[in-house]
Each structure stands twice: as structure tokens, then as C-alpha cells.
């Protein structure tokens, strides 16, 4: 089976490392090949050919930019005519569908869209790709039971984002990647890792630090703005740590290619997201597989991700729970240790051994649609 990704947004996050996942482990499932197709640029493209996979650059698809829009189609059809792919998968953008459906029908290649994020179900293109549905699409695919129940399916498939297993650190390097970022090895180190987003919940990680003051902990807040309109969100995120008078303990180390490392040096991941939820969350994962106990809201992906064993579940938008669960892991060492090794068995569920050949599974459902 031979399948073809169709992503418009090539930046760093979970979605693209979901792709870059897919294109690191082709080996796993030999039955199965995967390209991929993009519709801007970014540093994902770069990640994905690195892994040696192959990648089309399809140009600007939007209705917008009429002539742009024809030559992206002109290339997807010649991608298709050229490598035989027996199964697309859309992924975000529903303009995608609409753009391109009749092109992947005419070359007889089965559609499959994955959902990342709840749509509006109001928005003209969503109305427009319903239509599409009964002709071209022939199955859903949902990142998590959570997103399934927001968008009821006839036709929909749970399948978990494949997520590579993190790496093991020496004390030494441990200890070195610490002292890069200005981090004592003795102190517990908090990470978030995420984008730049105000429902990310970073104002609500440095209040309840801030509220720890007399207890040891550095805290790496691990991702930058990539976008203009993060700028002054992130902006507001660091005033608040000199604010809050944690500003000497809080690093901000901005976008990374390194974040297996980072995590492995640490010692807690905190991501207390606010509405709307986390459909899934690759960052949950990826602390779960470095050792990670994992404190977060009790909502969304992160209740099929993060059990009372390997975590703390607070409920949304608590911040006395929160600080209270934080402060048990920096003052209980035997409990962070006894919570990090049932991490790492959690963590073993969502590999890309186990994962991608369950998606693979699912993909083939749409080569025997009718």
C-alpha cells in the first residue's frame, strides 16, 4: 500500500512530528509506504527528507490565489500519476479536501482524512467538504476517543499518534545538558514543552512555581513564538515570570530540535492546558517514554494518555490542585521515582511499533471501501 500525506502546515508541532514519526520508522510495516505532500514550506519538510523520505512540494492551495491553486493541483495529479498512491490522507486544513478531491478521485486514489482538531462545524469550507464526503471520503481517522465523541463518525477510527521512544541519558550527560542551561543537578527540574499558545497554560505553571518559592526547582519552559501572532503572547509569558519574581529560575529555551535530550535531563513535565482540551498530545507521550511523572488537566487526550500511577490529573483551571500536585513531586523523591518508572511502561503504548501498524491497518479499510 502506498500512501501519500497531505499536510498545509509544514512548522514544528504535534501534527508534524506525528508526519516526521511515520517517515523516520518506514521499516516497521514494510507492507506499507509513506510519502508526503505539503502546501507551504517550514522546517518539518526538512526533518521528513532527512528521515529519506520522499516529499512534494505542492504550492499555495487556496481558493484565494486562483492560479496558485491550479498549479498545486497540476502537481498533485503528476505525484500521483508518477508514484501509484492507493491511499491520501488529508491532514488539518479541510480546504485540503475541497481542493483537491476530484484530482485524488480521477487517479483512483482512496481519501482518508485525519482529524487532529475539533472543526467548526459551521465554517462555509467544513459545509462545502460535508458535501464532498459521501463521494470522495472514504474514512475518518480520530487521534483520540475524546475527538471522536466531539465529532461523531459513522465511518471513524481511533488511531494513536506514533510517538519515537525517547533516549536514556548517563548521569554525566544528564548533568552536562543541565549545566548548558545554567541547572543544578541537584535541583528537580520542571518542563513544558508545546507551542506558543495561550491555551497551553504557561501563566498557569509559572503562578503555581512562583507560589513554590521556597522549595528547589528550576523550570525549563521549552518552545518559542513561530508565528507573529505569538509574539506577544510569549512576551506576556516572560514578563509575568520577572512579575512573579521567578525570572532567575524559569529558562526559556525557545524552539529546540534537541527536546528528547532536554527531557531526559528533567525530572517533572507539566502542561496544565486550559479550555478547549488537548485532543491528543505527542508532549505528554514523549515525557511519559523520558521517565516523566506528568502533571496536567483532567480533560481531553491527556485521560486516554496519563494515569493516577505515572501522573497527577488536576482539574481544569484549579491552580490549587495543581501547585498542590507539584509540590508532592518536589518534595518526594520516592514518590517521583516510583511514578517515573510507571511512565516509562505507559509511555510503551504509543511507540511507533506499536502505532503505526495500527494506522496501517486502518488505511487499508479504504482500499476495500467501495
Same mark, same amino acid.
Given at each position: 500500500?502506498r500512501?501519500?500525506?497531505?499536510?498545509?502546515?509544514?512548522?514544528?508541532?504535534?501534527?508534524?512530528?506525528?508526519?516526521?514519526?511515520?517517515a523516520?520508522?518506514?521499516?516497521i510495516d514494510?507492507?506499507?509506504s509513506?510519502?508526503?505532500?505539503?502546501?507551504?514550506?517550514?522546517?518539518a519538510?526538512?526533518?521528513?527528507?532527512?528521515a529519506g523520505?520522499?516529499?512534494?512540494?505542492?504550492?499555495?492551495?487556496?481558493?484565494?490565489?486562483?492560479?496558485?491553486l491550479?498549479?498545486?493541483?497540476?502537481?498533485?495529479?503528476?505525484?500521483?500519476?508518477?508514484?501509484k498512491?492507493?491511499?491520501?490522507?488529508?491532514?488539518?486544513?479541510p480546504? =485540503?479536501? %475541497?481542493?483537491? /478531491?476530484?484530482?485524488?478521485? $480521477?487517479?483512483?486514489?482512496?481519501? @482518508?482524512?485525519?482529524?487532529?482538531? #475539533?472543526?467548526?462545524?459551521?465554517?462555509?469550507?467544513?459545509?462545502?467538504?460535508?458535501?464532498?464526503?459521501?463521494r470522495?471520503?472514504?474514512?475518518?481517522?480520530?487521534?483520540?476517543?475524546f475527538?471522536?465523541?466531539c465529532?461523531?463518525?459513522?465511518?471513524?477510527?481511533?488511531?494513536?499518534?506514533?510517538?519515537?521512544?525517547?533516549?536514556?541519558?548517563?548521569?554525566?550527560?544528564?548533568?552536562?545538558i543541565?549545566e548548558?542551561?545554567a541547572?543544578?543537578?541537584?535541583?528537580?527540574?520542571?518542563?513544558?514543552?508545546c507551542?506558543?499558545?495561550?491555551?497551553?497554560?504557561?501563566?498557569?505553571? =509559572?503562578? %503555581?512555581?512562583? /507560589?513554590?518559592?521556597?522549595? $528547589?526547582?528550576?523550570?525549563?519552559? @521549552?518552545?518559542?513564538p513561530?508565528? #507573529?501572532?505569538?509574539?506577544?503572547?510569549?512576551?506576556?509569558?516572560?514578563r509575568?515570570?520577572r512579575?512573579l519574581?521567578?525570572?532567575d529560575r524559569?529558562?526559556?529555551?525557545?524552539t529546540?530540535?534537541?527536546?528528547?535530550?532536554?527531557?531526559a535531563?528533567?525530572d517533572?513535565f507539566?502542561?496544565?492546558?486550559?479550555?478547549p482540551?488537548e485532543?491528543?498530545?505527542?508532549?505528554?507521550?514523549?515525557?511519559?517514554?523520558?521517565?516523566?511523572?506528568?502533571?496536567?488537566?483532567?480533560m481531553?487526550?491527556?485521560?486516554?494518555?496519563?494515569?493516577?500511577?505515572?501522573?497527577f490529573?488536576?482539574p481544569?483551571?484549579?491552580?490549587? /490542585?495543581?501547585?498542590?500536585?507539584?509540590?508532592?513531586?518536589?518534595?518526594q523523591?520516592?514518590?517521583?521515582?516510583?511514578?517515573?518508572?510507571?511512565?516509562?511502561?505507559?509511555?510503551?503504548a504509543f511507540?511507533?511499533?506499536?502505532?503505526i501498524?495500527?494506522?496501517?491497518?486502518?488505511?487499508?479499510?479504504?482500499?476495500?471501501s467501495?
Amino acid at each position: 500500500m502506498r500512501v501519500l500525506h497531505i499536510s498545509c502546515d509544514a512548522r514544528v508541532g504535534g501534527v508534524e512530528s506525528f508526519l516526521i514519526t511515520l517517515a523516520r520508522n518506514k521499516a516497521i510495516d514494510p507492507t506499507s509506504s509513506h510519502d508526503f505532500a505539503f502546501t507551504v514550506e517550514g522546517p518539518a519538510i526538512d526533518a521528513i527528507r532527512l528521515a529519506g523520505a520522499h516529499v512534494h512540494c505542492l504550492g499555495t492551495a487556496s481558493y484565494k490565489q486562483p492560479g496558485a491553486l491550479r498549479l498545486a493541483r497540476r502537481r498533485l495529479n503528476e505525484a500521483c500519476r508518477q508514484n501509484k498512491y492507493d491511499v491520501a490522507v488529508y491532514h488539518n486544513d479541510p480546504t =485540503l479536501v %475541497a481542493a483537491f /478531491a476530484d484530482v485524488l478521485f $480521477r487517479r483512483k486514489v482512496k481519501t @482518508v482524512r485525519y482529524f487532529h482538531n #475539533e472543526t467548526n462545524s459551521r465554517s462555509r469550507i467544513e459545509r462545502l467538504v460535508r458535501h464532498i464526503y459521501t463521494r470522495f471520503l472514504y474514512l475518518s481517522v480520530f487521534n483520540s476517543r475524546f475527538l471522536l465523541q466531539c465529532m461523531p463518525d459513522a465511518n471513524g477510527r481511533v488511531v494513536y499518534y506514533p510517538v519515537d521512544r525517547q533516549i536514556v541519558l548517563t548521569d554525566e550527560k544528564r548533568n552536562e545538558i543541565r549545566e548548558r542551561f545554567a541547572t543544578s543537578s541537584q535541583d528537580p527540574l520542571v518542563v513544558q514543552v508545546c507551542r506558543m499558545m495561550e491555551r497551553k497554560g504557561h501563566p498557569r505553571l =509559572l503562578r %503555581a512555581l512562583a /507560589a513554590l518559592k521556597s522549595l $528547589r526547582w528550576t523550570c525549563w519552559i @521549552v518552545g518559542g513564538p513561530q508565528t #507573529e501572532k505569538q509574539i506577544p503572547y510569549f512576551e506576556t509569558v516572560r514578563r509575568l515570570a520577572r512579575e512573579l519574581g521567578i525570572d532567575d529560575r524559569v529558562r526559556f529555551l525557545g524552539t529546540r530540535s534537541d527536546v528528547p535530550e532536554l527531557l531526559a535531563a528533567a525530572d517533572i513535565f507539566c502542561h496544565p492546558n486550559t479550555y478547549p482540551p488537548e485532543p491528543f498530545g505527542i508532549a505528554f507521550v514523549e515525557a511519559l517514554q523520558a521517565g516523566l511523572p506528568v502533571v496536567t488537566s483532567a480533560m481531553g487526550g491527556a485521560l486516554e494518555i496519563v494515569s493516577e500511577q505515572c501522573g497527577f490529573l488536576v482539574p481544569p483551571e484549579d491552580d490549587i /490542585a495543581l501547585t498542590g500536585a507539584l509540590q508532592r513531586l518536589l518534595t518526594q523523591d520516592s514518590l517521583r521515582r516510583q511514578m517515573s518508572e510507571c511512565a516509562r511502561e505507559r509511555g510503551e503504548a504509543f511507540t511507533a511499533s506499536v502505532q503505526i501498524p495500527l494506522l496501517n491497518a486502518a488505511l487499508k479499510t479504504a482500499l476495500s471501501s467501495n
